[in-house]
């Protein structure tokens, strides 16, 4: 599985953004999909995730109420639309796919990362 992001950009406090995740391979749709972000200087950050199977997502304190995960698998992609950005939400963001049946904020359990895209929100 191969999982290219994009959509990330600079952006002024209080905007929004779309970041998508495309993936390739057949078994994709089976496979739980996070998202995680890594600022400069500080360890990388779970912020959310969706299952394969049922659509259950499950987001980090700091971005609930203001990111939605979502997918479609028939495009074999996964989105995550940020409303109400703050400067602190600046980071390389990551989305990563887990082979396991469950859902997790763990990122040693993801199997495949993709590149990264960069977010930039200005004060």
């Known amino acids: 599985v191969q999982l290219v992001e994009s959509g990330g950009g600079l952006v002024q406090a209080g905007d929004s953004l779309r970041l998508s995740c495309a993936a390739s391979?057949?078994?994709?749709?089976?496979?739980?999909v996070g998202w995680f972000r890594q600022a400069p200087g500080k360890e990388r950050e779970f912020i959310a995730v969706?299952?394969?199977?049922?659509?259950?997502?499950y987001y980090a304190d700091s971005v609930k109420g203001r990111f939605t995960i979502s997918r479609d698998n028939a495009k074999n992609t996964v989105y995550l639309q940020m409303n109400s950005l703050k400067p602190e939400d600046t980071a390389v963001y990551y989305c990563?796919?887990?082979?396991?049946?469950?859902?997790?904020?763990?990122?040693?359990?993801?199997?495949?990362w993709g590149q990264g895209t960069k977010v930039t929100v200005s004060s």
């Open positions: 969706i299952s394969g199977s049922s659509g259950s997502s």
């Open positions: 391979g057949r078994t994709f749709s089976s496979y739980s």
């Open positions: 990563a796919a887990s082979r396991r049946g469950y859902i997790s904020r763990r990122y040693t359990e993801y199997d495949y």
